[in-house]
């Protein structure tokens, strides 16, 4: 009987010591001989930049000192009802669709080109074309389809829509409640596509020269995936192996004390 325990009692510590990983393999941002050391300020200005691209939604609003003419270009949805603090005369539609070929469609002014512009850059470039129509018209533009798509060892892997368009790595990764205990920090996966093509990015989130990274914020359509850590896999794979060994054990160390 006391054979069968000890059996049953190493054989659970195994499988509890199999599952223990290095701290530095789950610490975020760690310190390294080699961080950089960057103008945060220029890093953003030369590395963030979050362009307009087709089948993109716009929010575009208009104001002017002629609040009647201005209405021409507000279109108001009336199927839905405002929103706390909010009214028909302030809220715009559901939004503009950027089409394949780059443009938005205005009413009274017709199709612009916004593709490959910032969000400041289009806002500028629409108050010049109303300004045909419009005493100082003034223009409100923001992204109603900022999406990013977490995958694999999330605590909450999805697709979150964000109304900000400017969303780093770790509030994505918070948005989706952190990676788990397996998630291999040192191989997420970030998908990206430029021009039409899918491109793989390494990242490694132990290290703190991310913070300077180009892909330290995101873009709309940015799919991270997280991969399991190789002792998952094989623990996982060790646990079906020795799990019936173990059940087995316990039921004949619970049959034999039972019985005595």
């Known amino acids: 009987m006391k054979k069968i325990t000890r059996s049953f009692i190493a054989l659970t510590l195994l499988l509890f010591l199999g ?11 760690q310190e390294s001989k080699d961080t950089a050391v960057v103008s945060k300020q220029k890093f953003i200005e030369d590395h963030y930049v979050s362009v307009i691209q087709p089948y993109d939604i716009l929010s575009i609003y208009v104001s ?3 609040p009647e003419a201005t209405t021409f270009f507000n279109v108001f949805s009336k199927s839905e009802g405002p929103t706390v603090g909010d009214s028909y005369s302030t809220r715009p539609n559901v939004g503009y669709l ?5 443009n938005i469609d205005m009413p009274v002014v017709g199709k612009i080109k916004v593709v490959g512009l910032s969000t400041i850059q289009a806002k500028d470039y629409i108050q010049k074309q109303l300004e045909k129509y419009l005493q100082q018209p003034s223009v409100r533009i923001y992204f109603e389809n900022f999406k990013v798509t977490l995958l694999g060892e999330v605590t909450h892997p999805g697709v ?3 109304t900000n ?3 780093t790595l770790p509030e994505a990764i918070g948005l989706a409640g952190d990676l788990s205990i397996f998630g291999n ?3 997420v996966m970030l998908i990206r596509e430029v021009k039409g093509e899918k491109i793989y990015i390494p ?8 913070f300077y990274s180009p892909y330290y914020y995101l873009h709309s359509n940015d799919i991270l995936y997280v991969p399991p850590v190789k002792d998952k896999v094989s623990q996982s794979d060790n646990f079906y192996k020795i799990a019936p060994l173990i059940i087995s054990l316990g039921t004949l160390a619970a049959f034999v004390l039972f019985n005595r």
């Open 19 to 29: 599952s223990c990983r290095n701290v530095l393999e789950v610490t975020y941002f």
């Open 64 to 66: 002017s000192l002629n």
């Open 98 to 102: 950027v089409d394949a070929e780059g």
């Open 160 to 162: 979150y829509t964000v």
């Open 165 to 167: 368009e400017k969303l």
């Open 185 to 187: 920090r040192k191989e």
């Open 203 to 210: 990242i490694d989130l132990t290290r703190r020269d991310l």
